[in-house]
T-cell receptor
């Protein structure tokens, strides 16, 4: 079964800690994205990558970092510089760099700062 | 500044009736529009889309209408079923092929 796997489903972070959210896809998609969802708001783009070893900042990249060393994997690190990290994080992939028709989403990771 | 707006946070509809979800946008350069459906604690799933060269696209119970002059699109679901209860996101594609998302509308189908 092809799809996107995000782990963990729930994550708790102490203030001042960095945490890494995993996103793996076996769809052979070129493009991958990280979004953040907050109550009453749409999905906001954090980072995206259109090819391996390349990634671009989205609208709210401050306090986050990513890597794209393999086509299948696009991990997101929430650093201590992110002042309000509690949110629902969604990873998505797309078959091509320019296509918008085929976004596939993972089931999300809920991050809570304790 | 929100470029894609869904002004109704929630909508309640009787089962069997028509559900109409609305979306407004401000950027006339958007050329592709999509609707996604999201259940709690899950990622959104693609529902239906429409290109700016069309004014209507239909897929089973779902129809999307686009009014470019009004910068408005709507999703019609008929007849509405209990499984349609979810949050519906409208999204638009910009010139960089990135999706700009609305805030979502929670649809509740009453039995």
């Amino acid at each position: 079964d092809g799809g996107i796997t995000q782990s963990p489903k729930y994550l708790f972070r102490k203030e001042g800690q960095n945490v890494t959210l995993s996103c793996e896809q076996n769809l052979n998609h070129d493009a991958m994205y990280w979004y953040r969802q907050d109550p009453g708001q749409g999905l906001r783009l954090i980072y995206y990558s259109q090819i391996v070893n390349d990634f671009q900042k989205g609208d709210i990249a401050e306090g986050y970092s990513v890597s794209r060393e393999k086509k299948e994997s696009f991990p997101l690190t929430v650093t201590s510089a992110q002042k309000n990290p509690t949110a629902f994080y969604l990873c998505a992939s797309n078959p091509t760099r320019t296509g918008t028709h085929g976004y596939t989403f993972g089931s999300g990771t809920r991050l809570t700062v304790v | 500044d929100q470029q894609v707006k869904q002004n109704s946070p929630s909508l309640s509809v009787q089962e069997g009736r028509i559900s109409i979800l609305n979306c407004d946008y401000t950027n006339s350069m958007f050329d592709y529009f999509l609707w996604y459906k999201k259940y709690p604690a899950e990622g959104p799933t693609f529902l239906i889309s429409i290109s700016s060269i069309k004014d209507k696209n239909e897929d089973g119970r779902f129809t999307v209408f686009l009014n470019k002059s009004a910068k408005h699109l709507s999703l019609h679901i008929v007849p509405s079923q209990p499984g349609d209860s979810a949050v519906y996101f409208c999204a638009a594609s910009d010139s960089n092929y990135q999706l700009i998302w609305g805030a979502g509308t929670k649809l509740i189908i009453k039995p």
